[in-house]
């Protein structure tokens, strides 16, 4: 079992930036791949950044390439997301997900542990 606990989401204007952790607990090897997934309302889950935490390899969506980057921190079991250059279409709920299982992805099918979501909001 892998219990992943999100912060870090927020308010900010266009043009802002956000960090995002998720700090992960229980059994490590559940949780070599872990990513970051966005959703609105009525729209399906979003992959937005993954990450292999064995050799920090990270595969992004291309809607973020360039803006988000992934990072983990694994003396602290943590993973963060720094989001720069928000932009409005940005606006979602963002969840943090883990799997032990690859390949590297961004399928919302392919993780089996979920945070609860932290709100993040880019206003024009």
């Known amino acids: 079992q892998v219990q992943l606990v999100e912060s870090g989401g927020g308010s900010v204007q266009a043009g802002g930036s956000l960090r995002l952790s998720c700090a992960a607990s229980?059994?490590?090897?559940?949780?070599?791949?872990m990513a970051w997934f966005r959703q609105v309302p009525g729209k399906e889950r979003e992959g937005v950044a993954t990450i292999y935490r064995r050799d920090g390899i990270a595969l992004y969506a291309d809607s973020v390439k360039g803006r988000f980057t992934i990072s983990q921190d694994n003396a602290k079991n943590t993973v963060f997301l720094q989001m720069n250059g928000l932009k409005p279409e940005d606006t979602a709920m963002y969840y943090c997900a883990a799997t032990g299982w690859g390949p590297l992805g961004l399928s919302p099918s392919a993780y089996r542990y979920w945070g609860q979501g932290t709100q993040v909001t880019v206003s024009s």
């Open positions: 229980g059994y490590t090897y559940s949780s070599n791949y």
